[in-house]
T-cell receptor, first 110, second 113 residues
Framework: SQQGEEDPQALSIQEGENATMNCSYK?????LQWYRQNSGRGLVHLIL?????REKHSGRLRVTLDTSKKSSSLLITASRAADTASYFC??????????FGKGTKLSVKP | DAGVIQSPRHEVTEMGQEVTLRCKPI?????LFWYRQTMMRGLELLIY????????DSGMPEDRFSAKMPNASFSTLKIQPSEPRDSAVYFC???????????FGPGTRLTVT
């Protein structure tokens, strides 16, 4: 099992701007996942990128993965107030369970 | 499918009382996870099951905590006796694999006074 570390801890932007969050991890992975948590709710799976992929898109989300640097980034384009939430990365190893970090708290102001 | 179901959604109890949290995973998911979330410690994995068998309980804080999964559609997390420091949001999640997408329930907010 391994934990991802998100950076920054908090991010505040205006509606319409792009938001970028980063994740670092320490050992080899099979995949890396990003989750969102709205206040008072459970985590919701956003996107999974496999270790042999470098970039993946889903709607306004763009995820990159650099296994040589053991890092990933999540880009949310044209942010909306509804994107306000905490975002977590979770590296998936070849065995063991996911370990969630402290997350990045994103605030999108209208 | 209705998703992962947890009950109760809110629980307020006094120190020393027994607390039982319940979870119904998504049908067909072989893995079930119990997490605890607090501001100070973030999201912590307490225990997870595979096919109703506990696989890793190293996150269970102490003997006051116990978890069971009597069948594929039901799990409980019990705290006896409860203490104020157990106050947190407890999440249940299920998945087809421990390293792939997990589906979280809405959580149970526990307050121990």
């Amino acid at each position: 099992s391994q934990q991802g570390e998100e950076d920054p801890q908090a991010l505040s932007i205006q509606e319409g701007e792009n938001a970028t969050m980063n994740c670092s991890y320490k050992t080899s992975i099979n995949n890396l996942q990003w989750y969102r948590q709205n206040s008072g709710r459970g985590l919701v799976h956003l996107i999974l990128i496999r270790s042999n992929e470098r970039e993946k898109h889903s709607g306004r989300l763009r995820v990159t993965l650099d296994t040589s640097k053991k890092s990933s980034s999540l880009l949310i384009t044209a942010s909306r107030a509804a994107d306000t939430a905490s975002y977590f990365c979770a590296p998936g190893g070849s065995q063991g369970n996911l370990i969630f970090g402290k997350g990045t708290k994103l605030s999108v102001k209208p | 499918d209705a998703g992962v179901i947890q009950s109760p959604r809110h629980e307020v109890t006094e120190m020393g009382q027994e607390v039982t949290l319940r979870c119904k995973p998504i049908s067909g998911h072989d893995y079930l996870f119990w997490y605890r979330q607090t501001m100070m410690r973030g999201l912590e994995l307490l225990i997870y099951f595979n096919n109703n068998v506990p696989i890793d309980d190293s996150g269970m804080p102490e003997d006051r905590f116990s978890a069971k999964m009597p069948n594929a559609s039901f799990s409980t997390l019990k705290i006896q006796p409860s203490e104020p420091r157990d106050s947190a949001v407890y999440f249940c999640a299920s998945s087809l694999s421990p390293i792939y997408e997990q589906y979280f329930g809405p959580g149970t907010r526990l307050t121990v006074t």
